[in-house]
Nanobody, 124 residues
Framework: QVQLVESGGGLVQAGGSLRLSCAAS????????VAWFRQAPGKEREFVAAMTWNGTSTLYTDSAKGRFTISRDSAKNRVYLQMNSLKPEDTAVYYCAADRVYPLPILPTSWHDWGRGTQVAVSS
């Protein structure tokens, strides 16, 4: 099990960028696959992006492809989500998740460890 803490959210205008960060604790974190999910008010939590423990494989939801990039820094035990060309529909609470499950799942129930989330708001 790992502990996850997200940061980097905020208010940004449409077309702007944000970089979310997820700090992880736990000496085995480098062997965990990681993911970002988001949840807008009144909606279910949805998959955004995921990366394998060694960074060799990534997965993105269609709306994130070409705009968002997931990355990790194993030396710092951190995971990032670079978000560019933000749209108002990207407004949500963004969550970091970790698990050893493979292939990378897109269902939230398949991921075991979660952070508390960071709010992203995109104004039009």
């Amino acid at each position: 099990q790992v502990q996850l803490v997200e940061s980097g959210g905020g208010l940004v205008q449409a077309g702007g960028s944000l970089r979310l960060s997820c700090a992880a604790s736990g000496h085995t974190f480098n062997y965990y696959n990681v993911a970002w999910f988001r949840q807008a008010p009144g909606k279910e939590r949805e998959f955004v992006a995921a990366m394998t423990w060694n960074g060799t494989s990534t997965l993105y939801t269609d709306s994130a492809k070409g705009r968002f990039t997931i990355s990790r820094d194993s030396a710092k035990n951190r995971v990032y989500l670079q978000m560019n060309s933000l749209k108002p529909e990207d407004t949500a609470v963004y969550y970091c998740a970790a698990d050893r499950v493979y292939p990378l799942p897109i269902l939230p129930t398949s991921w075991h460890d979660w952070g508390r989330g960071t709010q992203v708001a995109v104004s039009s």
